[in-house]
């Protein structure tokens, strides 16, 4: 699997640079979902000799005290990367919190500083992890992306909207479409690439994809106790030259591309502090 192939060149990477890279990730309250993934992130760093330190914060800390401790990883010199576990609860203002993180340790990529330089096609942008796994799975298909037409479905700030930018610096043809868009299926019926990022389960049917796209699920939802995609995959597949499964295709791949910007980030760091 190819999120276990990055994870392993990353651990050797660590081990012949003599890297002692650390993320830190800041969870604020109960949300089931959000410790599940946290406690999956931690298992990945670990395994691949990547320090991960959790910082579980009750549900009604303060905004200051949230802040209070994004500064103080931002200061602490031993610790590369942050995160900060979405969703916070309301009252805390998502949007401030990360922008009160350093735009070098920014390993999510959600600050303002690296979705401009994203925009502007920098190579120094830290690029969001979802969007960032998004491509290297498509290039793991072969496909030429210059030139192609990719509907992503979704305008997200976390997937949608930076995977967009990500698609237009490869020279594709993008279109974003949305709940306000009308007749998608007309428009992702035209897509060598479809990517759905929306949150619903099983939308994407056969009739909406032409044959032999390459279709990517960044969706999980729950249905009937089971996890699914945005993507009909019993019904795509037979379609599509590529389609990614859910759970086992983005998921996985996001969580490299975190621990790959962290790593990344301490190289970076390392040089600086020369
Ligand atoms: P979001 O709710 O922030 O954004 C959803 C977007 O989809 C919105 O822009 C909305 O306009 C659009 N949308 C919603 N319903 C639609 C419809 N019926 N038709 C067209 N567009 C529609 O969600 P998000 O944070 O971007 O996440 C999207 C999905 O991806 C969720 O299922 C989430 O769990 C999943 N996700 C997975 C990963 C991963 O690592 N695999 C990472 C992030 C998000």
Not at 192 to 218: H, M, Q
Request: hydrophobic residues 45%.
């Amino acid at each position: 699997m190819l999120a276990l192939e990055v994870r392993e060149k990353l651990r050797q990477e660590i081990k012949q640079k003599g890297l002692k890279p650390r993320l830190a990730v800041v969870l604020v309250g109960d949300n089931e979902a959000s410790q599940i993934y946290v406690r999956n992130k931690r298992k990945a760093a670990e395994d691949i000799e990547l320090e991960c330190e959790v910082h579980h914060l009750p549900a009604e800390s303060t905004f200051e005290q949230v802040a209070d401790l994004v500064k103080s990883l931002n200061a602490n010199p031993k610790v590369n990367g942050i995160i900060v576990q979405m969703p916070l609860p309301q009252h805390l203002h998502s949007d401030k919190i990360l922008r009160l993180i350093d735009e070098r340790k920014d390993v999510d990529g959600f600050g303002l500083h690296n979705a401009g330089l994203l925009m502007q096609n920098q190579p120094s942008a830290m690029v969001a992890a979802t969007p960032k796994g998004v491509l290297e799975m498509l290039r793991s298909t072969g496909i030429q992306l210059a030139g192609k037409h990719a509907v992503i479905i979704g305008r997200s700030n976390i997937v949608g909207r930076p995977l967009a930018a990500l698609l237009l610096n490869q020279d594709c043809t993008v279109t974003v479409v949305h709940t306000l868009t009308k007749n998608i299926a007309e428009i992702t019926k035209q897509a060598d690439i479809v990517v759905a990022a929306c949150g619903c389960p099983k939308l994407v049917k056969a009739s909406w994809v032409k044959d032999g796209a390459v279709v990517i699920d960044v969706g999980i939802n729950r249905l009937d106790n089971h996890l699914c995609g945005d993507v009909d995959f019993d019904e795509v597949a037979p379609k599509a030259a590529f389609i990614s499964p859910v759970p086992g295709g983005v998921g996985p791949m996001t969580i490299a591309m975190l621990l790959e910007n962290t790593v990344e980030a301490c190289e970076q760091q390392m040089k600086g502090a020369k």
